[in-house]
C-alpha cells in the first residue's frame, strides 16, 4: 500500500504565490493524527490486522505483554481482552498524554512507560 503523504506538509503561508519556480518552503505540521515516520512511527488502522495479530500472538489470560509504541491504542485494547497486563513503551509524548487520558478506566491493567524501558521501575 502506498503511503498517504497528504498529511505530511501543511503550507503555513497560504498566500504564497506558485510559479512553478519556486520551491516548496512549508514546515511540517504534526498533529494527533500525523504519525512521525522519521522515528518510524506508523499507525494501526486496520482492524483485521489487529485480530490478526492477536490471533497469531497465542496470549493467555495470564500473561504480560510488552508492547512497544502502543500509538493510539488499537492493538492494545485488543491485547488487554487476551491478556492480564500490557505494558506500554511510547516515545512520542503527545501520544501518552492521548493515551493515558483515552483508556484512564484501564490504568489497572496498562503500565505506560514515557521513558527508556531499562529506566523503568515499577515501584
Known amino acids: 500500500m502506498p503511503k498517504d503523504k497528504s498529511f ?62 502502543p500509538g493510539t491504542g488499537n492493538l492494545t485494547v485488543r491485547l488487554l481482552d487476551q491478556a492480564k497486563r500490557v505494558i506500554a513503551v511510547e516515545f512520542d509524548r503527545r501520544m501518552v498524554s492521548k493515551f493515558i487520558h483515552t483508556y484512564a478506566n484501564l490504568k489497572s491493567r496498562i503500565i505506560i512507560c514515557s521513558r527508556s524501558i531499562l529506566l523503568y521501575s515499577d515501584s
Not at 510559479?19 to 494501526?44: A, E, M, Y
Open 8 to 69: 505530511k506538509r501543511h503550507n503555513q503561508n497560504s498566500a504564497s504565490s506558485n510559479d512553478g519556480n519556486s520551491k516548496d518552503n512549508s514546515h511540517t505540521v504534526r498533529t494527533l493524527l500525523t504519525p512521525n515516520t522519521s522515528i518510524g512511527q506508523h499507525f494501526l488502522k486496520n482492524p483485521a490486522i489487529v485480530d490478526s495479530i492477536v490471533a497469531k500472538s497465542y496470549i493467555q489470560k495470564s500473561d504480560i505483554v510488552l508492547e512497544v509504541g
